[in-house]
């Protein structure tokens, strides 16, 4: 029997193609902090560019959409991580650039020195300006500057790259959605329902979670410097900008939430009024009043919205969100959330048809491993109404209803929107 001799211009295709695919993968791994940042900022904006309807140009859209939401919430995390960074390591008496092997390879940290110990020394000791036309002092301040100069200059080149991903994503992702649903499934009802899956537990994985988390974290490192402008003499909250990091980061834990920060914060102003002057409770109680009426309050009712509802296990969020920055490093936040969400609609919806060697379908056929019991689960499997139990005839209501691919309830990146 002869053997099929392959099509040598086929072959030659395929080589080129993986070329050029395994090139594009180094390029995306190079940057892949870049680009997730990017998925997160169009994730996050989403919504509001879907509100914006009434501007009929798609690039305007997105625009607004970025200068109302993205620029600031950056520039706000940005300016806040960075204060909490300089009173950690004012905490624990270390130098910023031990940071740098978390930060690489985006931003580097090791020829930057802290201008405020240059200021401290000029203050104790002015006659160090006499100094300054020195050619060494002179070429080390214009060395102190460069570094930080190429560190803003990184940040800023990363920051671009990706909220022009994001800007690209709102304003085209109805016609990379219509080309993937042509050219990539091709009516595979199989791979429609798992990336409308996908993208249904990213927009609330990213704009619920994750933003809320910052925007946290935001609210109450600003509300705590502001309650230090008006405390007494000895009473005052200690590293404000890190304990407002840490609030926004224990938002993310079910049950105890942010009160893990904010309630033995105020134990500990209360036992230090108590024991000082009694008189000075006043400041605990209007602590206390704010992180619980503005901190903790006000963004649960404003935000808890746009997350009520997820189906992702809040524990299994919880482990990617610490586990993901621990291996991959600071875009580990936003690449932890990412791999859980595409193994997790992987195994409800293709794995358990594939270890059985059952016929694909759309239609989720495992339940979730670990049901969140507050917030719903996925659907349970379909039954067979000839397989089921003669004995138990009343079982016939238990059956899910209506049970159909995600891909026609949620329609996925397009919005249907197909103007330009």
């Not at 053997?3 to 086929?10: C, F, K, N, Q």
């Not at 495992?366 to 000839?386: H, K, M, Q, S």
Request: aromatic share 10%; with cysteine; glycine share 10%.
């Amino acid at each position: 029997m002869p053997v099929p001799v392959p099509d040598r211009g086929r072959v030659a295709w395929w080589v080129f193609t993986l070329a050029l695919v395994a090139i594009l993968a180094g390029i995306l791994y190079a940057f892949l902090g870049t680009f997730v940042l990017g998925l997160f900022v169009y994730y996050a904006t989403r919504p509001v560019f879907d509100r914006l309807d009434r501007i009929g140009q798609r690039s305007l859209r997105a625009m607004a959409a970025l200068l109302i939401v993205a620029l600031p919430v950056l520039v706000l995390i940005a300016y806040t991580v960075t204060i909490g960074i300089r009173e950690l390591s004012a905490l624990a008496g270390t130098d910023i650039s031990a940071y740098q092997e978390f930060l690489q390879p985006y931003v580097d940290l090791s020829g930057a020195q802290n201008p405020s110990d240059l200021l401290e020394t000029l203050v104790s000791d002015p006659g160090r300006l006499a100094s300054l036309g020195n050619p060494e002092t002179l070429r080390r301040a214009a060395e102190s500057l460069g570094a930080y100069l190429g560190v803003v200059a990184t940040g800023l080149l990363q920051v671009g790259i990706a909220l022009g991903v994001a800007f690209y994503l709102l304003r085209d992702d109805h016609r990379l959605a219509g080309w993937a649903r042509t050219q990539i499934s091709r009516g595979d009802e199989v791979l429609a329902a798992y990336g409308c899956a996908v993208d249904k537990d990213l927009k609330t994985i990213y704009f619920g979670n994750i933003l809320n988390a910052f925007v946290v974290a935001v609210i109450a490192a600003l509300s705590y410097n502001l309650l230090n402008v008006i405390a007494p003499a000895g009473l005052a909250i200690p590293v404000p900008t890190l304990l407002g990091l840490l609030t926004g980061a224990t938002s993310l834990i079910p049950v105890v939430g942010m009160k893990a920060v904010y309630v033995p914060v105020g134990l500990y102003l209360s036992a230090v009024a108590a024991l000082s002057d009694p008189t000075l409770l006043w400041f605990p109680a209007v602590f206390f009043l704010l992180a619980l009426t503005l901190i903790d309050g006000l963004t649960e009712l404003l935000l808890r919205p746009y997350i009520s509802g997820r189906n992702l296990h809040v524990g299994l969020v919880l482990f990617a969100y610490i586990l993901g920055p621990l291996l991959f490093g600071w875009y580990g936040l936003f690449l932890g959330p990412l791999l859980l969400v595409l193994l997790v609609h992987l195994f409800r919806i293709v794995v358990p048809e594939l270890i059985h060697g059952e016929t694909l379908t759309p239609t989720p056929t495992a339940a979730d491993i670990l049901p969140n019991p507050d917030e719903g689960e996925y659907p349970r499997p379909e039954v067979n109404p000839d397989e089921r139990p003669a004995e138990s005839p009343a079982s016939e209501g238990d059956s899910p209803e209506g049970d159909s691919p995600e891909s026609e309830a949620e329609p996925g990146p397009g919005h249907g929107d197909d103007g330009t």
